[in-house]
């Protein structure tokens, strides 16, 4: 059985990823308003990509014979002034669940929970993935500039990215 610390702390968590979900789904109509399909795609996959770690979360406190609360969610920021906007204010806040999985991490170390680190695993290196991702679109944006066909080539090639869900219940 879980602690009751963890299991609040990973609820919080359930209920941040949800908002992550949110917030990428704001930023996808955000891109769709702007005739940038491509850049909405991303942002759609996104969106699945975090209801997915939620899910994930949800099912490991059921494993561990706690309870799921959930929370209801902020509202996400929908207006944006650029798509490079969108993934700027992206990879901050995937730095922010970066720490925020981090501190789960030294939570389930305190209590010498080795299941719940071992779990938590998967989301650090997930997360370095996360990161990369978006720092490598912004650095392309930020070259791309004012260049609208390269823009329209990026946007293409980001309407190739497909979602594809954990393979295992541990993956
Ligand atoms: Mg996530």
Not at 16 to 30: D, I, K, Q, V
Not at 53 to 69: C, L
Request: proline residues 2%.
């Amino acid at each position: 059985m879980i602690s009751e610390v963890l299991n609040n702390a990973i609820n919080e968590q359930i209920k941040y990823e949800f908002y992550s979900a949110h917030l990428y789904l704001a930023m996808a109509a955000y891109c769709e308003s702007q005739d940038l399909p491509g850049f909405a795609n991303f942002f759609k996959v996104q969106y699945q990509e975090e209801n997915s770690h939620a899910m994930k979360f949800f099912d490991y406190i059921n494993q561990r014979n706690g309870r799921v609360k959930l929370f209801s969610l902020d509202e996400p920021k929908n207006e944006y002034a650029s798509v490079l906007e969108t993934f700027m204010d992206g990879y901050a806040h995937e730095q922010v669940v970066t720490k925020r999985i981090y501190n789960l991490s030294d939570l389930a170390m305190d209590e010498r929970d080795h299941a719940t680190m071992s779990f938590l695993k998967w989301f650090i290196d997930e997360q370095v993935e996360e990161e990369s991702n978006f720092d490598s679109i912004i650095k392309k944006l930020t070259r791309i500039k004012d260049d609208t066909s390269a823009l329209y080539n990026l946007d293409a090639e980001l309407a190739a990215r497909v979602y594809v869900p954990p393979t295992t219940a541990q993956a």
